[in-house]
């Protein structure tokens, strides 16, 4: 057993919202009390005690949308690369990165990004991949790195028609293959999903055959309208909205997560409510991209399910919390704006999310509920509790305040050093392989 314990703890459970000097009592992968620290020290004499040092004890963040893809291309600038659109961004950076990704290099990207993610206390990852150099085996080799880090996620490979029939059917095989492979896994570690990149680079063919090769179990993770050019595509090729198009080739449901979802409609929104689909949020990428601000907001007032994820810009959900604040409160001219919706979709909405693919209830502090608990070293100098926690963590905290991560029940980051791998040799491995795509790409 493992008390954490010595920290003003926050459970996401409304029954027992906070604890001054609390714990958090841990048996193998599952939380199994909460409570006073020296009531569980007493009660507990033999169980292993991490000591908080008066920090915050929390559950684990969760990421909705990631590119783990995307890791490599930090500080990497590309030949000729001087987009003048989106459509410019996609071609002349991520699909020029994803054509030249060798396997070891998406295994190298997933070691750098769930390194990142548990030195931000990010627990739960979905992934949404992209290597069409070297497709076959791309999500298993991600797998490799989030099993031999520990962390939680969904995977899926982004299929799309922008490089060829082949290319493509290839993309669908690899889905087919790993989501046969993670419901047949019952760690409740692993998912999949259908990847899908966009309407617009998708064509009812494809999307036929994606149907044709998708359990029932699982629904789609794709992007939707995040460029103005996916909605104009719909208009002009199918005479209808992508949203309608997407609705009408039964892409949408309770499984399916729509990532961006800019350029949507009232109508379009009453379709997402309606099918229960999943709407995701990632405010750092749609202002880097200039994308435009997704009308979220409205999106939440229509009831449709709304989470918040990152899009590979950052791994820390913090971060994306503050974006995601200021962006709509600047945008819709409104200090009243986001308060509330923001942290409903980083700290509950995410959770449901998340828990529509994995077992265990994630995102809460309680009896039965998965392991996933981390520590940030934040002592405040005002009063903290369940009515401004939230406010503590958006105005006094980033993820580097996070000094230890605890994923089901193992503890992966202690004092914020890893413990499941040699930090620096990993990273070592990721540069060797970092620079050798920058030779690639630049040759």
Not at 9 to 28: H, Q, S, Y
Not at 312 to 337: F, P, W
């Amino acid at each position: 057993m493992l008390i954490i314990g010595n920290g003003r703890v926050i459970t996401r459970d409304d029954a027992n919202p906070f604890l001054e000097n609390g714990a958090v009592l841990i048996e193998k992968e599952l939380i199994k009390k909460v409570g006073k620290t020296e009531d569980l020290r007493k009660e507990y004499p033999d169980a292993e005690y991490i000591d908080a040092k008066g920090g915050v004890i929390m559950p684990g963040f969760i990421n909705i949308h990631e590119h783990i893809y995307s890791a490599m291309a930090r500080g990497l600038s590309i030949k000729g690369y001087n987009p003048n659109g989106f459509l410019d961004i996609l071609d002349g950076m991520w699909w020029t990165i994803d054509r030249h990704l060798t396997l070891e290099q998406t295994k190298q990207s997933a070691m750098a990004t769930y390194i990142d993610c548990i030195k931000s206390g990010v627990t739960t990852v979905f992934d949404h991949h992209a290597s069409f150099g070297n497709i076959k085996d791309s999500l298993f080799a991600i797998e490799d790195a989030a099993k031999e880090l520990g962390v939680r996620t969904c995977l899926c490979y982004e299929v799309s028609d922008r490089d060829g029939k082949d290319k493509m059917k290839e993309a669908v095989a690899e889905n087919a293959a790993f989501i046969k492979h993670a419901l047949a896994d019952d760690s409740d570690m692993i998912a999949g999903m259908m990847g899908l990149h966009a309407s617009f680079t998708l064509s009812d063919e494809t999307l036929e055959l994606c149907a044709a090769n998708k359990p029932a179990e699982v629904g789609y993770h794709i992007h939707v309208a995040e460029g103005i050019e996916d909605l104009y595509d719909s208009l002009k090729k199918y005479g209808k909205r992508v949203i309608d198009r997407l609705m009408d080739l039964n892409v949408l449901g309770p499984k399916t997560l729509a990532a961006h979802c800019i350029y949507v409609n009232q109508h379009e929104m009453d379709v997402l409510k309606e099918t229960d689909t999943m709407v995701v949020h990632n405010p750092e990428s749609n202002m880097g991209n200039a994308c435009g601000c997704p009308p979220t907001m409205e999106i939440m007032k229509h009831g449709v399910l709304t989470g918040l994820g990152t899009d590979g810009y950052t791994h820390d959900m913090i971060e994306s919390y503050k974006v995601a604040n200021i962006l709509h409160k600047h945008h819709l001219c409104d200090a009243n704006a986001a308060w509330g919706e923001v942290p409903t979709m980083l700290f509950k909405n995410n959770a449901i999310i998340a828990n529509r693919y994995f077992k265990k209830p994630l995102g809460i502090l309680k009896e039965g509920a998965a392991a996933d608990v981390i520590i940030a070293d934040y002592n405040p100098v005002t009063p903290m509790s369940a009515a401004n926690c939230n406010s503590h963590i958006l105005f006094g905290m980033n993820g580097n305040h996070v000094t230890t991560t605890v994923i089901n029940g193992k503890v992966v980051m202690k004092d914020r050093i890893l413990t499941v791998i040699d930090e620096e040799k990993a990273i070592n491995n990721v540069r060797a392989e970092a620079e050798k795509l920058w030779n690639s790409i630049n040759a």
